[in-house]
């Protein structure tokens, strides 16, 4: 094979070639703004705040200036937090081809939009879910509660709502590693002794409301750490309550909302705790149109939805309803039933009468102090040593 | 020749010569039959040509060649000077089957293309290179002997050549005609080259970042010279407190999860030139000892190629392992994988050096043991020798006599390194002087434990587990310079070649063959880069830890070239006729598209990637880090020296508690202005984003900085590397008072004044030398992203916070 003498020379060459061509060639413009304006335009009427936004190539940073709102990520993401959007954008720019990571969506928008080209995917499951709460953390309402102290948390930033308590007290979109891998979740870090409150208003209502909670890796390998108690109101009755176990990964939970389907309602998401330290509590829930016992978004590692305990629940309701029968019987109680009015009267009356209570306790101690001190005086003693001694005379 | 070879030999030389297989007819007809023993390299590589030539050849080379079989006649129009030693390229004559007395373009002179006194042939080396005469092969004479002063037989050997044994070399004269351009053409070529590189190395140390493991290694350094100042001092004056257990492991505690001979080197520079002459700052004056490393490494590969290969390989392989990036830019960083490297090859050096020279056994014992005590990565050096040794043994076993290395060598060598390296590696490590075994036991269980570090491989992050098997390979193939990557392969090939079960039964290019070497270095590059590619082993850092693998490729892709040219001299006539001329311009075109893309991402080696990634820009598309070892860039520290108002504070994402140790660095060597302070974001008045995708919380920091105006975006070759955004409009103001007396107290009490004092004087001490950057490349100020064109921050929002 007398050709074969040519291979190297020849390989040579296309690689030189190929690779001066590509060393010399002209670094693209970026993106002009008109066209991120665009695509901005495009999209606003069509989304919620909370939709997820990916631009390729990785490199083109322009989009900085403009997806204020949308979690945006360049490149292809480094971890699992885009599963639990239903909804995606992705914009590609520079003729970046399409992202072939997005498994389980299917494309349903295309549009080529000055330089840019615009994609929406969409996952199958997304037309079963009538309300997502992660993707509208921004429609939410955050309230940390302690009896009558109410702080609201009304600084919204990084999709995430800011409470004037601790630094680290938000509730909004975060990514959290459950597994070993990073997801992203509602983050709804507990504080001791007081209640984190999300709720939404308005919120129509399906079949059911579905979704799942976790704790973080680190938080779920702590052991004797009291858990989060996690509570779902609806319309400020209590449909849900479930407590974080030291299992790592995601526990599905599953709410019957038929009796307020095809109507708005307000959802409330509570989590307290007894201790704060790490409580690395997220969820994720979505009102659904779709019958109970259907499995949602395949979620990475979620473990399956937890049985409701029948005799748990029959003890509980008796409890609500002696709570109930006993807020009836309170002549303060409002004809509503809404006791919240006059909730800090009552606490008032129950600190004073604590206060009465401790401050006779005080009284009678320090009484009983001053008696046994009398009793205990050392009564003048024959000899000037005393009964306890002393250094000089030392034990009588 | 011997009977025993004969019978050897017999089997394959008709194969070679065609139908001939007589043995007389073969001598006759290749008057070149050192081509068979140490010029084999130039034998033809296509086995598909070799086995058939008279098919392809056109009737008119038919007819003009002369009769195999018969003694070529050398004709008279010939210049002299060109026949004899001309001879070496077998690779024409069995493609072509002319005569090469017909082409003056392979005349002794000018058979590399280069000036005559680089010629390849002149400079066989003694020793290394199978001499027939000493094997009792006998030449066959031409019947027209042209003499030739200049040449000694078949070859010509420079006298000022400095051999592999240079006792043996000492009673020689070199002939009264050798030019004397000639004679000294090994060290002038060396000189040449390094020298050059290493100014370029020095000019550019400081242009290079803060590495994290600067921060370990240097003050590890300084404490290790330091105990042996005080201990030699303390020997002058008779005393021996300093090595007393207590004294030594206050020594030598810090950074003991790694052997000291690394540290030592960058600790004797640091003493010379920072601590004694102050010529420089600690850093630099530290990495100056990484850069002796890389000038012997440089030094030992051109020694190595130069008597192993020729004056090409030699001249091709050293800048080629300088034009490699990565490794470029850790010749300059306080680190241990330079010196790994060093003193890895410089067992592979030593071991080829043993194969001659008794001295050599035993010197590569105690080589090893340095190998071993520099970082671990020298242990694993003795896998491919003995790879090799076996492939010497089985060569042995057929030629008997003539292999270069006997099994009693072998056997030797073995012995050496297994029982002198240890004493060496003990001697040299204080460290473990007591409590030996457990602190041995402590040193393996460190590293065979090693917590993960991530890497971003093909837009997965990972730590643990580490990552695919095959990411060291990717990794290599997409940061060597495409055309040296190339030569390398073509350099694998034939070495690997060496392995067919025909090469293996026969060895039909004797002991001394070249593509033995290249066989040696191809085993050890490959065993290099595999040692990280096992399952159990951390990846992370890009090329970092197998840097040992590319002295290695350097050489390969050397021989790659070489091939190259006698390619290109076989087909071209044109380039044969001018090879002088046209080999230099050959290896500028292959160095080119590299040395251009290095300089598109200078100072930033770490980010570059080759044209089968898609450059930097592509490569960052596919996931690979753009960046890694949480570097503090130069071009930063140049920035807030610039720009940053009076007692600025910076911060850094995603990876701030690195920023913070390399930081008093750049302080202490008066590289950075005094009042620059480091603190959390929701402190600082600037921050630098790196964009560091591995980092699981770099989505998010991109998120929660958006809104901040941009003050500057680094970009490399249209990729954005860092971006510093201006927080002080959006920072929590804390009252005046307040704020400045905070500040007073993190600045020690300092006022402006002696801050400024401070400054003042540290400038005028130490004035750095300015960094060799084209203008081009040079920071400029802010064009984009100033606070002019981007949005002012929202009114009321909070700096960023950090999470629990």
């Given at each position: 094979m007398r050709n074969l003498r040519y291979i190297l020379p020849g390989i040579t060459a296309l690689a030189f070639v190929y690779a001066l061509l590509t060393v010399l060639w002209p670094v693209p413009d970026p993106v002009p703004a008109e066209s991120w304006k665009a695509v901005e335009k495009l999209m606003n009427p069509h989304r919620p705040s909370g939709d997820l936004v990916i631009v390729h190539p990785s490199w083109e940073d322009g989009a900085l200036l403009h997806f204020k709102k949308n979690f945006l990520i360049l490149g292809r993401p480094n971890t699992d937090s885009y599963t639990v959007y239903p909804r995606i954008w992705v914009v590609l720019a520079h003729g970046a081809p399409e992202p072939g990571y997005l498994d389980g969506f299917h494309l349903d928008f295309r549009e080529k939009v000055g330089d840019l080209e615009v994609l929406r995917y969409v996952h199958p499951d997304a037309k079963h879910v009538l309300f997502d709460f992660f993707t509208h953390i921004e429609d939410g309402r955050v309230t940390s509660v302690r009896d009558d102290d109410v702080k609201e948390c009304n600084e919204f930033n990084l999709m995430r709502w800011w409470c004037p308590t601790k630094e680290w007290n938000h509730v909004g979109q975060r990514s959290v590693s459950i597994q070993k891998t990073w997801q992203s979740g509602i983050w709804m870090h507990p504080l001791s002794s007081r209640i984190t409150r999300l709720e939404y208003k308005n919120v129509p209502m399906g079949k059911r409301l579905a979704g799942e909670y976790a704790l973080s890796d680190k938080a779920a390998d702590l052991k004797n750490i009291p858990p989060v108690v996690f509570r779902v109101l609806i319309n400020g009755e209590t449909v849900a309550i479930y407590e974080s176990e030291a299992v790592p990964g995601w526990h599905a939970f599953e709410i019957d909302t038929r009796r307020w389907e095809n109507h708005k309602a307000t959802v409330t998401f509570e989590g307290t705790s007894k201790k704060d330290n790490m409580r690395h509590f997220c969820f994720l829930a979505q009102t659904r149109t779709d019958e109970l016992g259907i499995p949602r978004v395949p979620k990475r590692n979620a473990l399956p939805a937890i049985e409701v305990d029948p005799e748990r629940e029959e003890t509980k309701k008796r409890d609500e309803k002696q709570k109930r029968q006993k807020d009836t019987d309170d002549p303060d109680k409002d004809k509503d039933g809404d006791d919240r009015k006059n909730q800090w009267k009552r606490n008032l009356e129950r600190r004073l009468k604590d206060h009465k209570t401790r401050r006779e306790a005080n009284k009678a101690r320090r009484e009983k102090q001053r008696e046994s001190r009398k009793k205990s005086k050392p009564k003048a003693s024959p000899t000037p040593s005393g009964g306890r001694g002393n250094k000089k005379g030392g034990k009588p | 020749?011997?009977?025993?070879?004969?019978?050897?030999?017999?089997?394959?030389?008709?194969?070679?010569?065609?139908?001939?297989?007589?043995?007389?007819?073969?001598?006759?007809?290749?008057?070149?039959?050192?081509?068979?023993?140490?010029?084999?390299?130039?034998?033809?590589?296509?086995?598909?040509?070799?086995?058939?030539?008279?098919?392809?050849?056109?009737?008119?080379?038919?007819?003009?060649?002369?009769?195999?079989?018969?003694?070529?006649?050398?004709?008279?129009?010939?210049?002299?000077?060109?026949?004899?030693?001309?001879?070496?390229?077998?690779?024409?004559?069995?493609?072509?089957?002319?005569?090469?007395?017909?082409?003056?373009?392979?005349?002794?002179?000018?058979?590399?293309?280069?000036?005559?006194?680089?010629?390849?042939?002149?400079?066989?080396?003694?020793?290394?290179?199978?001499?027939?005469?000493?094997?009792?092969?006998?030449?066959?004479?031409?019947?027209?002997?042209?003499?030739?002063?200049?040449?000694?037989?078949?070859?010509?050997?420079?006298?000022?050549?400095?051999?592999?044994?240079?006792?043996?070399?000492?009673?020689?004269?070199?002939?009264?005609?050798?030019?004397?351009?000639?004679?000294?053409?090994?060290?002038?070529?060396?000189?040449?080259?390094?020298?050059?590189?290493?100014?370029?190395?020095?000019?550019?140390?400081?242009?290079?970042?803060?590495?994290?493991?600067?921060?370990?290694?240097?003050?590890?350094?300084?404490?290790?010279?330091?105990?042996?100042?005080?201990?030699?001092?303390?020997?002058?004056?008779?005393?021996?407190?300093?090595?007393?257990?207590?004294?030594?492991?206050?020594?030598?505690?810090?950074?003991?999860?790694?052997?000291?001979?690394?540290?030592?080197?960058?600790?004797?520079?640091?003493?010379?030139?920072?601590?004694?002459?102050?010529?420089?700052?600690?850093?630099?004056?530290?990495?100056?000892?990484?850069?002796?490393?890389?000038?012997?490494?440089?030094?030992?590969?051109?020694?190595?190629?130069?008597?192993?290969?020729?004056?090409?390989?030699?001249?091709?392989?050293?800048?080629?392992?300088?034009?490699?990036?990565?490794?470029?830019?850790?010749?300059?960083?306080?680190?241990?994988?330079?010196?790994?490297?060093?003193?890895?090859?410089?067992?592979?050096?030593?071991?080829?050096?043993?194969?001659?020279?008794?001295?050599?056994?035993?010197?590569?014992?105690?080589?090893?043991?340095?190998?071993?005590?520099?970082?671990?990565?020298?242990?694993?050096?003795?896998?491919?020798?003995?790879?090799?040794?076996?492939?010497?043994?089985?060569?042995?076993?057929?030629?008997?006599?003539?292999?270069?290395?006997?099994?009693?060598?072998?056997?030797?060598?073995?012995?050496?390194?297994?029982?002198?390296?240890?004493?060496?590696?003990?001697?040299?490590?204080?460290?473990?002087?007591?409590?030996?075994?457990?602190?041995?036991?402590?040193?393996?269980?460190?590293?065979?434990?090693?917590?993960?570090?991530?890497?971003?491989?093909?837009?997965?992050?990972?730590?643990?587990?580490?990552?695919?098997?095959?990411?060291?390979?990717?990794?290599?193939?997409?940061?060597?310079?495409?055309?040296?990557?190339?030569?390398?392969?073509?350099?694998?090939?034939?070495?690997?070649?060496?392995?067919?079960?025909?090469?293996?039964?026969?060895?039909?290019?004797?002991?001394?063959?070249?593509?033995?070497?290249?066989?040696?270095?191809?085993?050890?590059?490959?065993?290099?880069?595999?040692?990280?590619?096992?399952?159990?082993?951390?990846?992370?850092?890009?090329?970092?830890?197998?840097?040992?693998?590319?002295?290695?490729?350097?050489?390969?892709?050397?021989?790659?070239?070489?091939?190259?040219?006698?390619?290109?001299?076989?087909?071209?006539?044109?380039?044969?006729?001018?090879?002088?001329?046209?080999?230099?311009?050959?290896?500028?075109?292959?160095?080119?598209?590299?040395?251009?893309?290095?300089?598109?991402?200078?100072?930033?080696?770490?980010?570059?990637?080759?044209?089968?990634?898609?450059?930097?820009?592509?490569?960052?598309?596919?996931?690979?880090?753009?960046?890694?070892?949480?570097?503090?860039?130069?071009?930063?520290?140049?920035?807030?020296?610039?720009?940053?108002?009076?007692?600025?504070?910076?911060?850094?994402?995603?990876?701030?508690?690195?920023?913070?140790?390399?930081?008093?660095?750049?302080?202490?060597?008066?590289?950075?202005?005094?009042?620059?302070?480091?603190?959390?974001?929701?402190?600082?008045?600037f921050m630098v984003l790196t964009h560091e995708r591995r980092w699981s919380h770099y989505q998010e920091l991109v998120q929660q900085y958006r809104n901040y105006p941009v003050f500057h975006t680094e970009r490399v070759w249209g990729t954005p590397l860092y971006t510093i955004y201006d927080l002080r409009g959006d920072r929590k103001k804390k009252p005046e008072k307040k704020r400045k007396r905070s500040l007073r107290k993190k600045n020690r009490k300092m006022s402006r004044k002696k801050v400024e004092k401070q400054d003042k004087k540290k400038s005028s001490r130490k004035k750095t030398p300015p960094i060799a950057v084209p203008k081009s490349l040079q920071m400029k100020k802010p064009s984009v992203g100033t606070q002019e064109n981007r949005p002012a921050p929202k009114k009321g929002k909070a700096a960023p916070k950090k999470a629990p």
């Amino acid at each position: 094979m007398r050709n074969l003498r040519y291979i190297l020379p020849g390989i040579t060459a296309l690689a030189f070639v190929y690779a001066l061509l590509t060393v010399l060639w002209p670094v693209p413009d970026p993106v002009p703004a008109e066209s991120w304006k665009a695509v901005e335009k495009l999209m606003n009427p069509h989304r919620p705040s909370g939709d997820l936004v990916i631009v390729h190539p990785s490199w083109e940073d322009g989009a900085l200036l403009h997806f204020k709102k949308n979690f945006l990520i360049l490149g292809r993401p480094n971890t699992d937090s885009y599963t639990v959007y239903p909804r995606i954008w992705v914009v590609l720019a520079h003729g970046a081809p399409e992202p072939g990571y997005l498994d389980g969506f299917h494309l349903d928008f295309r549009e080529k939009v000055g330089d840019l080209e615009v994609l929406r995917y969409v996952h199958p499951d997304a037309k079963h879910v009538l309300f997502d709460f992660f993707t509208h953390i921004e429609d939410g309402r955050v309230t940390s509660v302690r009896d009558d102290d109410v702080k609201e948390c009304n600084e919204f930033n990084l999709m995430r709502w800011w409470c004037p308590t601790k630094e680290w007290n938000h509730v909004g979109q975060r990514s959290v590693s459950i597994q070993k891998t990073w997801q992203s979740g509602i983050w709804m870090h507990p504080l001791s002794s007081r209640i984190t409150r999300l709720e939404y208003k308005n919120v129509p209502m399906g079949k059911r409301l579905a979704g799942e909670y976790a704790l973080s890796d680190k938080a779920a390998d702590l052991k004797n750490i009291p858990p989060v108690v996690f509570r779902v109101l609806i319309n400020g009755e209590t449909v849900a309550i479930y407590e974080s176990e030291a299992v790592p990964g995601w526990h599905a939970f599953e709410i019957d909302t038929r009796r307020w389907e095809n109507h708005k309602a307000t959802v409330t998401f509570e989590g307290t705790s007894k201790k704060d330290n790490m409580r690395h509590f997220c969820f994720l829930a979505q009102t659904r149109t779709d019958e109970l016992g259907i499995p949602r978004v395949p979620k990475r590692n979620a473990l399956p939805a937890i049985e409701v305990d029948p005799e748990r629940e029959e003890t509980k309701k008796r409890d609500e309803k002696q709570k109930r029968q006993k807020d009836t019987d309170d002549p303060d109680k409002d004809k509503d039933g809404d006791d919240r009015k006059n909730q800090w009267k009552r606490n008032l009356e129950r600190r004073l009468k604590d206060h009465k209570t401790r401050r006779e306790a005080n009284k009678a101690r320090r009484e009983k102090q001053r008696e046994s001190r009398k009793k205990s005086k050392p009564k003048a003693s024959p000899t000037p040593s005393g009964g306890r001694g002393n250094k000089k005379g030392g034990k009588p | 020749m011997t009977d025993d070879f004969n019978e050897k030999k017999t089997p394959f030389a008709g194969q070679e010569t065609g139908e001939h297989g007589d043995r007389k007819e073969m001598e006759i007809h290749r008057p070149d039959v050192n081509a068979w023993t140490g010029d084999a390299c130039e034998v033809e590589t296509d086995p598909e040509a070799d086995e058939n030539p008279e098919e392809e050849r056109p009737a008119a080379e038919k007819a003009e060649e002369p009769e195999t079989g018969k003694i070529i006649d050398v004709p008279e129009e010939i210049p002299a000077g060109e026949t004899q030693s001309g001879t070496t390229d077998s690779e024409f004559s069995s493609e072509d089957n002319a005569p090469k007395t017909e082409t003056p373009s392979f005349s002794d002179e000018d058979a590399m293309g280069l000036p005559d006194w680089l010629d390849d042939d002149a400079h066989r080396h003694p020793e290394t290179d199978f001499q027939p005469e000493s094997a009792g092969v006998e030449l066959a004479e031409p019947e027209n002997p042209v003499e030739e002063p200049e040449s000694d037989g078949n070859r010509t050997i420079l006298p000022d050549l400095p051999s592999a044994a240079p006792e043996d070399a000492a009673g020689k004269e070199a002939p009264p005609s050798v030019p004397w351009i000639r004679r000294f053409a090994y060290p002038l070529t060396g000189a040449a080259l390094l020298i050059p590189i290493f100014v370029f190395l020095v000019l550019t140390l400081d242009a290079m970042g803060l590495t994290d493991d600067d921060d370990f290694y240097v003050p590890a350094s300084k404490n290790y010279i330091l105990w042996a100042e005080r201990a030699v001092k303390g020997l002058f004056k008779g005393e021996i407190k300093e090595f007393r257990k207590s004294a030594v492991e206050r020594g030598w505690r810090s950074n003991h999860e790694h052997p000291s001979v690394a540290k030592l080197g960058m600790g004797v520079t640091w003493l010379i030139f920072h601590k004694y002459l102050d010529w420089m700052g600690e850093i630099d004056a530290a990495r100056l000892g990484v850069i002796l490393f890389a000038m012997l490494l440089l030094y030992l590969i051109f020694r190595f190629s130069w008597e192993t290969f020729g004056p090409r390989v030699a001249i091709f392989a050293v800048p080629a392992l300088v034009a490699m990036p990565r490794t470029f830019f850790h010749m300059h960083v306080a680190t241990l994988d330079i010196p790994t490297t060093a003193t890895y090859f410089l067992v592979f050096y030593a071991a080829w050096r043993a194969e001659k020279s008794r001295l050599w056994v035993i010197l590569a014992g105690l080589l090893y043991g340095i190998a071993i005590g520099t970082k671990l990565n020298g242990p694993f050096v003795v896998f491919p020798l003995v790879l090799y040794c076996f492939y010497r043994w089985r060569q042995y076993a057929v030629l008997k006599t003539f292999a270069t290395l006997t099994f009693r060598r072998m056997i030797a060598l073995g012995l050496s390194m297994a029982l002198l390296s240890f004493p060496v590696f003990w001697l040299l490590w204080p460290w473990i002087w007591s409590d030996t075994i457990d602190k041995l036991q402590a040193y393996f269980h460190f590293h065979f434990h090693h917590y993960g570090i991530r890497l971003l491989y093909l837009g997965d992050v990972h730590l643990n587990p580490f990552a695919p098997w095959h990411a060291p390979f990717v990794y290599m193939l997409f940061t060597v310079p495409l055309v040296i990557l190339v030569l390398s392969l073509n350099g694998f090939w034939h070495g690997l070649r060496q392995l067919s079960p025909h090469n293996l039964k026969y060895f039909p290019k004797g002991p001394g063959a070249k593509e033995d070497y290249l066989l040696h270095c191809a085993l050890h590059a490959l065993f290099a880069i595999s040692i990280v590619a096992f399952p159990n082993n951390p990846k992370y850092g890009g090329v970092k830890l197998f840097q040992p693998f590319f002295p290695f490729l350097a050489i390969l892709s050397g021989y790659g070239f070489h091939r190259l040219v006698e390619r290109l001299s076989m087909l071209w006539p044109v380039f044969a006729a001018r090879r002088k001329m046209l080999v230099p311009v050959l290896m500028l075109l292959v160095f080119l598209p590299g040395a251009i893309g290095m300089t598109r991402v200078y100072p930033y080696m770490l980010s570059y990637f080759n044209s089968l990634a898609g450059n930097l820009q592509g490569a960052t598309e596919i996931g690979m880090e753009r960046q890694y070892y949480d570097m503090c860039y130069k071009t930063t520290i140049e920035f807030w020296n610039q720009y940053a108002p009076t007692r600025t504070k910076v911060s850094y994402e995603p990876n701030l508690g690195e920023y913070r140790r390399t930081y008093p660095w750049y302080k202490r060597d008066g590289k950075l202005r005094n009042d620059i302070q480091t603190g959390p974001p929701n402190e600082a008045d600037f921050m630098v984003l790196t964009h560091e995708r591995r980092w699981s919380h770099y989505q998010e920091l991109v998120q929660q900085y958006r809104n901040y105006p941009v003050f500057h975006t680094e970009r490399v070759w249209g990729t954005p590397l860092y971006t510093i955004y201006d927080l002080r409009g959006d920072r929590k103001k804390k009252p005046e008072k307040k704020r400045k007396r905070s500040l007073r107290k993190k600045n020690r009490k300092m006022s402006r004044k002696k801050v400024e004092k401070q400054d003042k004087k540290k400038s005028s001490r130490k004035k750095t030398p300015p960094i060799a950057v084209p203008k081009s490349l040079q920071m400029k100020k802010p064009s984009v992203g100033t606070q002019e064109n981007r949005p002012a921050p929202k009114k009321g929002k909070a700096a960023p916070k950090k999470a629990p």
